[in-house]
């Protein structure tokens, strides 16, 4: 059974787009609410999580309509997992009822083994590999926002070694190794064998 959940921040935001898309895509029931998403309490999703059953397929527009905060993201798609329950994400490359979608839910799941740990240590370790490499800390030059953002979250999978440097790069969309290596070094991994080239010297 597909299920659908439509949330917006504010009372006077419309709901219309939402639930005409999950609509569309054959939900049976729909659930929304009207809610901050930085809120803890979702009192209609609470309910829809009652009523969810292994088999089920979550439907939603957009993955930051369940929660704005990753932390609380990591643990939901973790549950939802551990429930057997699909997700569908209509505006988000996330569908675990395809078999390349199964990849989502081992990171979401990766990352929830190790988020209790990474705050603390992810900073001193940092920090410390920084004024190893006598530097001040700070992103390598080139590095554009978007790799920044996600740079934490690598650093989580890579360091879980649950999987590949192929799959992580292919989950996150970097398109080089290089560049991958540039993301861990901002998360303050220091990876063997990675050296930046000199640039060429003038003859």
Not at 10 to 28: N, V
Not at 66 to 92: C, F, P, W
Request: charged letters at 30%.
């Amino acid at each position: 059974m597909k299920i659908g959940y439509a949330r917006v921040s504010t009372q006077e935001q419309t709901l219309d787009l939402q639930i005409d898309a999950l609509k569309k895509h054959g939900c049976e029931a729909i659930y929304t609410d009207k809610i901050s998403g930085t809120k803890t309490e979702k009192p209609n999703f609470e309910e829809l999580m009652k009523f969810i059953r292994a088999g089920d397929t979550l439907v939603i527009w957009k993955l930051d309509r369940l929660g704005r905060s990753t932390k609380h993201l990591i643990e939901l798609v973790a549950e939802l997992e551990k429930r057997q329950v699909n997700l569908v994400s209509l505006n988000d490359p996330i569908d675990t009822t395809s078999p390349s979608g199964i990849l989502v839910f081992q990171i979401f799941c990766a990352l929830a083994e190790h988020e209790r740990n990474i705050i603390v240590q992810r900073t001193k370790a940092g920090l410390a590999a920084a004024r190893a490499r006598g530097r001040n800390g700070g992103r390598p030059k080139g590095l554009l926002p978007e790799y920044q953002a996600i740079a934490p979250a690598v650093k989580e999978l890579y360091d879980a070694q649950k999987l590949s440097t192929a799959q992580i790069m292919k989950a996150f969309k970097i398109g080089s190794r290089r560049t991958f290596y540039k993301i861990l070094a901002h998360a303050g991994v220091q990876v063997k064998g990675f050296v930046k080239k000199p640039s060429k010297r003038k003859e």
